[in-house]
Every structure is written in structure tokens, then in C-alpha cells.
């Protein structure tokens, strides 16, 4: 069993509707642990990655939810 307590990563408090974030499968109060294995250990790491992302196609988030962790493929290259 995996406590709170022990996870380093940030918190998602809200999706903007119809987000790749949404789209993918994210849900509020998820806590993003890494992004294509680079970890997470607050939201500036997740924006800074989103912002500076370059590439096309999907980028594979891991999460903490529920006592579980779980892998999520997010598609980014229809960010603007």
C-alpha cells in the first residue's frame, strides 16, 4: 500500500474541458509523478515540461491515484 505522505509529485486541482489532459484519461486529484520519466515534484516541473515540449505525438504521464499508480499516453502535439 502506497501512502499520501510518502508521494512527491504534483496535484491536479482542475482539467479545462476537452484538455489532452481530459481527453487522456487525467482526473482531478490525480498527483503527476513523472513525465517521460522525468520526475515531478511540484506544477512548475509540469509546465515547464509542457511549455518547453517540442515534439509531436504522446507523452507518457504517471500518476498516483487511489492507492494505485497508473501510466497514461497523453497526445500534446495539438497544443498551440
Not at 482526473?27 to 512548475?44: M, Q, Y
Amino acid at each position: 500500500k502506497i501512502n499520501y505522505l510518502d508521494i512527491s509529485g504534483a496535484i491536479i486541482l482542475k482539467l479545462i474541458d476537452s484538455s489532452p489532459a481530459q481527453i487522456g484519461g487525467l482526473l482531478v486529484g490525480d498527483i503527476i509523478l513523472k513525465i517521460d520519466d522525468k520526475e515531478v515534484n511540484n506544477f512548475h516541473d509540469v509546465t515547464t515540461y509542457i511549455s518547453n515540449y517540442t515534439g509531436k505525438g504522446n507523452v507518457l504521464i504517471k500518476v498516483f491515484r487511489n492507492n494505485n499508480i497508473y501510466d497514461y499516453s497523453i497526445k500534446l502535439d495539438e497544443i498551440s
